[in-house]
Nanobody, 122 residues
Framework: QLVESGGGSVQAGGSLRLSCAAT????????VAWFRQPPGQKREGVAA????????YYTESVKGRFTISHDNVKNILYLQMNNLKPEDTGMYIC??????????????????WGQGTQVTVS
């Protein structure tokens, strides 16, 4: 089970930190990622991390502003979002997939999804 929290409304330039608490996963055996779905648009990948080795992947639009991290002890995935822009608005959803390919990005066929947490930037 994946449960997100930390969303909210913020002004442009502000920051938020999202959390995704996981139960039933051995974190190091998975790729974990954040996706977002802007209003009326398709879901898009934001960032991914391999907890086994710490390698990360970011979509171009968030590089330098967002940081994905994890706490292997607490089994929590984080997304620190700084310098938020209105185009970052959307439902942010965490996902997990067994790490089978030796790398993690947002193009893998993720099969476990949380319910999402809303982020609104004005």
């Amino acid at each position: 089970q994946l449960v997100e929290s930390g969303g909210g409304s913020v002004q442009a330039g502000g920051s938020l930190r999202l959390s995704c608490a996981a139960t039933g996963y051995t974190w190091s055996a998975y790729c974990v990622a954040w996706f977002r779905q802007p209003p009326g648009q398709k879901r898009e990948g934001v960032a991914a991390i391999s907890p086994a080795d710490g390698n990360t992947y970011y979509t171009e639009s968030v590089k330098g502003r967002f940081t994905i991290s994890h706490d292997n002890v607490k089994n929590i995935l984080y997304l620190q979002m700084n310098n938020l822009k209105p185009e970052d608005t959307g439902m942010y959803i965490c996902a997990a997939e067994p790490r089978l390919r030796g790398y993690c990005d947002t193009y893998l066929p993720y099969t476990s999804w949380g319910q999402g947490t809303q982020v609104t930037v004005s």
